[in-house]
């Protein structure tokens, strides 16, 4: 069956995905979440981040996304643990002032990075959330997407974005 869902075994109950046959491949996942910060939040952008009384927002939220790429299979119960070689967060301000997350992910392994860089992503934008609200509570996570995923059986290349 095609669209079996893979964790979940012949009688339906929840299982871990046994990648012991699998090659390793070299794999490689971006994920993006988007941030929208009010108006009186985004006035206090100084040079390429955002400083407050709890400090350097952006910087803060790098090291969170990293942290929490490397911590994934402690968070999402399925996931494996992997041996990454590389992790970037990039935080930026797009042209609608809406903060961007960019996550990059690689690893040479049998299981792909999607769920660490989506992980990623999203810990950096609730980073900046807590940082932000005292401020303000009108913040918005508005979207957080696999932006592209290269390795193992398929690739994938976001097409809405």
Do not use: W
């Not at 790098?62 to 992997?82: R, Y």
């Amino acid at each position: 069956m095609a669209n079996k869902l893979s964790h979940l075994d012949e009688k339906g109950q929840v299982q871990m995905v046994d990648v012991g046959d699998k090659q390793i491949t070299k794999r490689f996942a971006h994920a993006r979440s988007t941030v929208i910060l009010p108006p009186n939040i985004l006035d206090l952008l100084s040079g390429d981040d955002i400083v407050t009384k709890k400090g350097a927002v952006f910087q803060t939220a790098t090291i969170a996304g990293i942290m929490a790429v490397k911590k994934t299979s402690e968070l999402i119960p399925l996931c494996h643990p992997l041996p990454l070689s590389k992790c970037e967060i990039d935080i930026s301000i797009d042209d609608n002032q809406h903060v961007i997350i960019d996550c990059t992910a690689k690893v040479s392994g049998k299981t792909g990075v999607e769920m660490e860089a989506l992980t990623g992503a999203s810990v950096a934008a609730l980073t900046i959330y807590d940082m932000c609200k005292a401020m303000s509570h009108d913040i918005v996570i508005a979207r957080t997407e696999l932006i592209t995923k290269t390795g193992g059986k398929s690739d994938y290349h976001n097409s809405i974005s």
